[in-house]
């Protein structure tokens, strides 16, 4: 098998270990490891991480309101260069690169007729694998992650922070999937929570050219961030003080606030559900109102790489922002992880960042 390496740049990238935050379930602290750095075969890809950043759906799995494989390596957002590729794919080595957090096969009628390769019959995910899947560097909270073959990867131009970036091969590519399926022509559409995800969903919007964009979140500092990009920030409670939008964007994961979008929707209005990833989620809904007012009802999960490539697009049209930046928290130590985890619980940042090379 042929292996290129590329010469590091950085300390953390000559090693020939990985430095590794290991979880082995909710109530057990993050236990460090050390593994030898594998070789790649064909089409993987070793990255160097760069930079690391806390999803809410991490923070549900280590309180146990999820649940995934143990013992593994948790996170699956990052940003990193790559260091070593497999054949066919040398060409990448050196990228400073964001991936598709899912892996799919591209043969599978999901992937090919369906257009959800984010539901591939082999799917596979990374920061959800356990230690036993492949290598086990299936996870960003550590110095390297291993890309799997037929992963897509998207470079990210110099432009794009690694703390901006680090978040787009989730919220943002989500948020990207999620106005993806709205039908053409709407321009009055509520989002429903101003968590990151809403945050971006809002900003992309706005983005693109929708002309009226409402935001609702119960806390004034999340209204006053999402009011930064042309968006009406208001408080859940004043919901029905909208005149009808063609469209709902539910990006809080609270089920009760579907009362509140049904409502301002439109006869033939469409209403999107992305946030609700989780069993408490039975919604204060009837087919009565669902069949009489003609509604359209449709679930988003993950993205498929097209919308990856959106996501890396807007930022870098964006350029260096200062809004971005302060969504975002300065870097912890990869060795401060379970910190991080209580300063993401604060919800002090829509994100919580870590830094690999700071635990040398």
């Known amino acids: 098998m042929f292996l290129r390496v590329r010469r590091p740049r950085s300390q953390l990238a000559m090693t020939s270990s990985v430095v590794a935050q290991v979880f082995d379930g909710p109530g057990q602290p993050f236990r460090p490891e050390q593994y030898p ?4 075969g064909p089409g993987e890809r070793i990255v160097a991480i760069r930079c690391a950043t806390l999803c ?4 549900h799995t280590v309180e ?21 590729a497999g054949t066919g794919v040398e060409h990448d080595l050196g990228r400073r690169v964001t991936w598709t957090l899912a892996d799919s096969c591209g043969q599978c009628r999901f ?19 356990s230690l036993t899947d492949g290598t086990g560097l299936n996870g960003t909270y550590a110095s390297h992650v291993l890309l799997r073959r037929g992963t897509h990867v998207v470079d990210v131009p110099a432009t794009i922070s690694d703390a901006v970036a680090a978040p787009a091969n989730c919220a943002l590519a989500t948020a990207a999937a999620a106005i993806d399926v709205l039908p053409d022509g709407v321009d009055r559409i509520l989002v429903q929570g101003a968590g990151l995800l809403g945050l971006y969903a809002a900003a992309l919007l706005r983005h693109r050219g929708v002309k009226s964009v409402w935001c609702c979140d119960p ?24 005149d009808e939008c063609d469209a709902v964007l539910e990006m809080s994961g609270y089920a009760p ?37 003609s509604l359209r009802l449709q679930g988003v999960h993950n993205y498929a ?3 990856l490539n959106q996501a890396v697009d807007f930022l870098a049209e964006l350029g260096q922002d200062d809004r971005l930046e302060n969504l975002v928290s300065p870097p912890r130590p990869l060795a401060e992880l379970s910190q991080a985890f209580e300063e993401a619980r604060s919800q002090a940042w829509l994100r919580v960042a870590v830094a690999p090379d700071a635990c040398l």
């Open 111 to 129: 992937c090919q007729q369906l257009d959800l390769p984010q539901k591939c019959d082999d799917l596979f995910k990374y920061g959800h694998a």
């Open 37 to 40: 750095l594998p070789t790649p």
């Open 257 to 293: 606030a579907v009362a509140d979008g049904v409502q301002v929707l439109r006869i033939g209005g469409t209403y999107v559900f992305v946030g609700m990833v989780h069993p408490d989620s039975h919604l204060p809904l009837t087919g009565e109102q669902v069949i009489r007012k």
């Open 64 to 84: 146990g309101r999820r649940h995934e494989p143990t013992p593994a390596i948790l996170g699956h957002e990052g940003i990193g260069e790559v260091i070593a």
């Open 56 to 59: 809410g759906s991490d923070v």
């Open 305 to 307: 790489p097209r919308h």
């Open 219 to 242: 806390l004034k500092k999340r209204r006053q961030q999402v009011a930064s990009w042309d968006v009406t920030a208001i408080h859940p409670e004043d919901v029905g003080k909208i």
